[in-house]
């Protein structure tokens, strides 16, 4: 799915692409161009590097860009990303420039290249929100499938206020939210994960008629942005990041009249309760 038109490319060991590393010789000025048929990498990829929902596209960068092994100055490198007119983009890097039509320009991504992210094609905008001094971008795919939009987007916007109830605004200057419809439309079941490629991003893969006082009652959003007061920790320090959205994940949501400090309480009690057990 991965074509070269001017330059020769092979794979830098017997075990082919699969470490993702590529020997390329390209003729000067060494701009090498290339491209993708998405197509055929659908069919032979993971859906987290390559989604199609509904007309819209969940695309990793990985099937995008390749990284140079060695990059002089990663701070003065751009990235211009162009689409037909009548699509938006929404990534998790810093936007530099959107003057020219179907254009995007942005700032080189400082994170390793392995960290993942997500960039989105879509017929329709992303949404402008805020929290506090943070810009917050909210990207919801094939919106039309939603029943009830407006509730989805002051559910969001709420669990940010929430979020700056801690330390007043998070500690990003810019957060990608990305919303996904599940097949499932009336399940009660969601599925979120937070990502650092890039800034870090929320997604969200939830029913298109989601039960939304369900979702504000257990506090599953604050949950999920309360990992952006820590940074990208280790895999056994897991315990920390995830005890410490927990706590914020009831707090906050109590703090905002959404259950009783009673309730608050009763829930972090059967949550250490549950964790002695395991």
């Given at each position: 799915y991965l074509r070269f038109e001017n330059a020769t490319a092979r794979a830098s060991s017997s075990s082919g692409l699969s470490r993702g590393r590529i020997l390329l010789?390209?003729?000067?000025?060494?701009?090498?161009?290339?491209?993708t048929d998405w197509r055929r990498a659908r069919a032979t990829l993971s859906a987290d590097l390559l989604r199609k929902v509904g007309t819209d596209w969940l695309i990793s960068p990985q099937l995008l860009l390749l990284y140079p092994q060695?990059?002089?100055?990663?701070?003065?490198?751009?990235?211009?990303?162009?689409?037909?007119?009548?699509?938006?983009?929404?990534?998790?890097?810093?936007?530099?420039?959107?003057?020219?039509?179907?254009?995007?320009?942005?700032?080189?991504?400082?994170?390793?290249?392995e960290w993942p992210s997500l960039i989105s094609i879509s017929r329709n905008p992303p949404l402008a929100l805020t929290a506090k001094a943070t810009r917050v971008e909210l990207q919801i795919m094939d919106?039309?499938?939603?029943?009830?939009?407006?509730?989805?987007?002051?559910?969001?916007?709420?669990?940010?206020?929430?979020?700056?109830?801690?330390?007043?605004?998070?500690?990003?200057?810019?957060?990608?939210?990305?919303?996904v419809p599940t097949s499932d439309e009336r399940s009660a079941n969601y599925f979120a994960q937070v990502?650092?490629?890039?800034?870090?991003?929320?997604?969200?893969?939830?029913?298109?008629?989601?039960?939304?006082?369900?979702?504000?009652?257990?506090?599953?959003?604050?949950?999920?942005l309360s990992h952006f007061l820590l940074p990208q920790l280790e895999r056994e320090d897991a315990w920390f990041s995830e005890g410490l959205a927990t706590y914020y994940q009831y707090c906050l949501?109590?703090?905002?009249?959404?259950?009783?400090?009673?309730?608050?309480?009763?829930?972090l009690h059967q949550g250490f309760v549950q964790a002695q057990k395991a």
């Open positions: 010789n390209a003729p000067p000025p060494r701009c090498v161009q290339y491209r060695n990059l002089p100055n990663p701070a003065n490198t751009r990235i211009e990303i162009k689409v037909p007119l009548g699509y938006h983009l929404s990534t998790p890097w810093r936007l530099v420039s959107n003057a020219e039509p179907g254009s995007w320009v942005y700032q080189f991504p400082n994170s390793p290249p919106k039309t499938r939603f029943r009830n939009l407006p509730k989805l987007v002051a559910w969001i916007q709420q669990s940010l206020d929430a979020l700056t109830l801690v330390y007043g605004k998070p500690p990003q200057s810019f957060i990608q939210i990305v919303v990502v650092r490629g890039g800034s870090p991003a929320l997604q969200f893969f939830i029913p298109a008629d989601p039960a939304i006082p369900h979702l504000k009652k257990t506090g599953v959003a604050i949950h999920e949501s109590a703090r905002q009249g959404e259950r009783t400090e009673q309730q608050t309480w009763t829930a």
